[in-house]
């Protein structure tokens, strides 16, 4: 069970560039997230989706588009990279009342614009 | 807005000794709270849950208090070890209503010294 996959792990990217970056989860989650993690900062949530299809922005959305065609894969789409998007993005799933709705986190995408 | 906020940004502890990490937030339609611990280059991995309708819930050496009136919740860990030396986050959504809009604290670097 390999739980959420984030690829790639590192990516240096030049500004205006644009890039996706993928989350895909096997444990049919309903509910996936991407958070962002600046250097000494806590989490911020950029999207979410409750589902197949459904998506909405969270407190950072700018700059960023999501997808959610399957359960399984919610990729994170920047279009024209900025310097102020360099962050660690994380992508995690959220697991229903039998896993006391707790969130399963991937092991992030460390992303340079430079 | 920040609406949920963990204002010490780093605490030191002896091994042995308890770790009391402390959370607020003001959003009054908050239930549900996640404590998360994160080891450099990883993804944040759970820790302990509550509910709004209790008051307190034990794991181990982990346990989180919830005081409603105040919008404060705090982690208690006993005894330290050195291995729990990491950054905690809590976490806060409005799961009655439906959303599992998790909201993410800045966070609090323990280190505990042996």
Redesign the interface.
Known sequence: NAG?TQTPKFRILKIGQSMTLQCTQDMNHN?M?W?RQDP??????IY?S?GAGIT?K??VPNGYNVSRSTTEDFPLRLELAAPSQTSVY?C?S?GGAST?????????TQLSVL | DQQVKQNSPSLSVQEGRISILNCDYTNSMFDYFLWYKKYPAEGPTFLISISSIKDKNEDGRFTVFLNKSAKHLSLHIVPSQPGDSAVYFCAASAISSGTYKYIFGTGTRLKVLA
């Open positions: 959420v509910y997230y958070y000494g900062m806590g989490l911020k949530l979410y409750v909405d969270g407190e994380f995690a959220l006391n709705e707790k969130l399963f986190f991937g092991s992030g």
